[in-house]
């Protein structure tokens, strides 16, 4: 199956720094997106970015199929923005839509005030 | 706009117990529905997926199954719970583009 490398595996900041945090994935995708894992385990749906560039306020994601990565950018954190942010796929071959996503381990970001 | 449930948020269940999770999602029809495990500290594994009623797959091999006995309804269950079996539960349910949404988990403890 495919295989899904998120780094670095834990990041610990000041409040106000940015911070980019990596996906790498082993085969062509058809589906990624970024989550946020907050302190009571709700994933919270950050982008679907199976290709190109996309922003959202102080996050911005970016996807390189080609070269099968993707980087989800966080400028001036917040601590809010505490948890874990994992990267999940879903791979080309397996038809399409249904199979469900392969997680990354995630990066476990601690904003300190 | 949709809407997923999970009950209950919290479980706290003896070996060799019976488990029965449910999930619905409101605010779509014919959803492609998902139930996910997280083990403590790690990533989510994908243990089932339903494109529709009656129709399940199973991504691991376990001592869990799944059941859809409605469109918007996905049911995890045991018959004997082992201590392995604790974690975090997620169903979740996908959009027409295949973007996945998730509910707020079950979190099970087995004693």
């Known amino acids: 199956g495919i295989q899904v490398e998120q780094s670095p595996p834990d990041l610990i900041l000041q409040e106000g720094a940015n911070s980019t945090l990596r996906c790498n994935f082993s085969?062509?995708?058809?589906?990624l997106q970024w989550f946020h894992q907050n302190p009571w385990g709700q994933l919270i749906n950050l982008f679907y970015?199976?290709?190109g560039t996309k922003q959202n306020g102080r996050l911005s994601a970016t996807t390189v199929a080609t070269e099968r990565y993707s980087l989800l950018y966080i400028s001036s954190s917040q601590t809010t923005d505490s948890g874990v942010y994992f990267c999940?796929?879903?791979?080309?071959?397996?038809?399409?839509?249904?199979?469900?996503?392969?997680f990354g381990k995630g990066t476990h970001l601690i904003i300190q005030p | 706009s949709q809407t997923i449930h999970q009950w209950p948020a919290t479980l706290v269940q003896p070996v060799g117990s019976p488990l029965s999770l449910e999930c619905t999602v409101e605010g779509t029809s014919n959803p492609n529905l998902y139930w996910y495990r997280q083990a403590a500290g790690r990533g989510l594994q994908l243990l089932f997926y339903s494109v529709g009623i009656g129709q399940i797959s199973s991504e691991v091999p376990q001592n869990l199954s799944a059941s859809r006995p409605q469109d918007r309804q996905f049911i995890l269950s045991s018959k004997k719970l082992l201590l392995s079996d604790s974690g975090f539960y997620l169903c979740?349910?996908?959009?027409?583009?295949?973007?996945?949404?998730f509910g707020p988990g079950t979190r099970l403890t087995v004693t």
């Open positions: 979740a349910w996908n959009t027409e583009i295949y973007e996945q949404y």
């Open positions: 999940a796929v879903e791979y080309t071959y397996s038809g399409g839509g249904a199979d469900g996503l392969t």
């Open positions: 085969d062509s995708v058809n589906n």
């Open positions: 970015i199976p290709s």
